[in-house]
């Protein structure tokens, strides 16, 4: 985890995030950011800080999904980062360079997790 929050703390400047508020339930840290890269990402989570495109951040499916990969930086710790990489050179010669990202089985769980939390409430 401590990777991820070392990651994160350089990102926030490079992204021109400004603190939005504390996850209270869970202690993660949810930042609403001026740009994010991949230009095409709207979130990013790094360990227990997410980074939200300001313009999606009425997104509470968004947000979900983003703290989906918080569970996951939790779950596996530093681990998390090459198990990802992993995930998506897998996805990618096994389902290509179209489908690699939602192929990924961490992105399928977060977006998984983030349908059971809209269904719940």
Request: charge should be positive; aromatic fraction near 24%.
């Amino acid at each position: 985890m401590w990777l991820g929050k070392l990651i994160a703390y350089f990102l926030k400047f490079f992204y021109g995030a400004a603190f939005y508020r504390e996850l209270s339930q869970n202690r993660a840290k949810l930042y609403f950011a001026k740009r994010i890269f991949p230009p095409f990402a709207v979130g990013q989570t790094w360990g227990d800080i997410i980074f939200i495109k300001k313009e999606y951040s009425g997104n509470q499916k968004l947000i979900d999904h983003e703290y989906a990969h918080v569970l996951q930086w939790r779950q596996y710790s530093i681990l998390f980062l090459p198990f990802y990489i992993l995930a998506s050179v897998y996805a990618f010669f096994r389902y290509g360079p179209r489908n690699y990202y939602s192929m990924n089985k961490f992105e399928k769980e977060a977006r998984e997790y983030s349908e059971l939390v809209v269904k719940k409430s």
